[in-house]
């Protein structure tokens, strides 16, 4: 539970904005049928996968000697030509609307993306929904792994000019929680059945959750509430 009242809401992207696990997937099988390997199921995927995506890809067929610029390259052809079949959250934009709302009165909360998705991918899909990217404060792609993710929410503290643990941070993926916690921040599960973790893996790594951006309107709410009394 926050201590204090929240100031940054904070949110990955693929899984968690971008509705694009489907789309992932199929690049993984791209990437598996390229190299003339059985591919893992979805739920493999799901349960396997990890900011360290090499190790996945190696255990299951992949020649050791495959660098990460290889299956990069793979996945950026794929997603430039089939990340038209993703799309944004249907809730987002209603959702940064309350954000701005009158509810906050003169504390506004500032919006953020951390991502490990690619500038070129990242810029393009929230250009091509409405040119999204204007709705946040700050955006920071290529946040990979966690070191990478704890870095990018240090940096938001600093740019918007408060504590770790004013800063909510919500990602459907392990790993982002685990940076999230990390460095203080407050970690929220996103527990989509499109999620790119299973809700098993992701409530391992904290108590709070949401299966939707309405979800965390009033948990967000509950959050200043809390604080005020």
């Not at 918007?160 to 940076?179: A, I, N, Q, R």
Request: proline residues 4%; neutral net charge; glycine residues 4%.
């Amino acid at each position: 539970m926050l201590k204090r009242k929240p100031k940054v809401f904070v949110s990955d992207f693929n899984g968690t904005l971008f509705d694009d696990l489907l789309v992932s997937f199929n690049s993984v099988r791209e990437i598996f049928r390229i190299y003339d390997r059985p591919c893992p199921s979805m739920q493999e995927y799901r349960e396997e996968a990890t900011a360290d995506y090499m190790k996945f890809y190696v255990n299951h067929g992949i020649p050791e000697n495959t660098t990460r610029e290889d299956l990069n390259k793979i996945r950026k052809d794929y997603y430039r030509i089939h990340s038209k079949n993703a799309r944004m959250r249907p809730d987002i934009k209603n959702f940064i609307f309350w954000l701005n709302s009158s509810y906050w009165r003169n504390n506004k909360i500032h919006t953020a993306i951390v991502s490990a998705e690619s500038s070129v991918i990242l810029f393009k899909e929230l250009h091509r929904h409405d040119g999204m990217q204007k709705m946040f404060d700050f955006i920071k792609p290529e946040a990979s792994g966690l070191k990478g993710k704890e870095k990018a929410l240090l940096q938001v503290t600093e740019i918007f000019e408060v504590e770790p643990d004013e800063v909510v941070y919500l990602d459907d993926t392990v790993e982002g929680l685990t940076s999230a916690k990390n460095v203080g921040a407050v970690p929220v599960a996103f527990v989509n059945e499109t999620s790119y973790s299973p809700e098993r893996r992701l409530m391992n790594a904290t108590k709070l959750s949401v299966r939707n951006l309405a979800d965390l309107v009033f948990l967000l709410a509950i959050f200043n509430y809390k604080v005020q009394e």
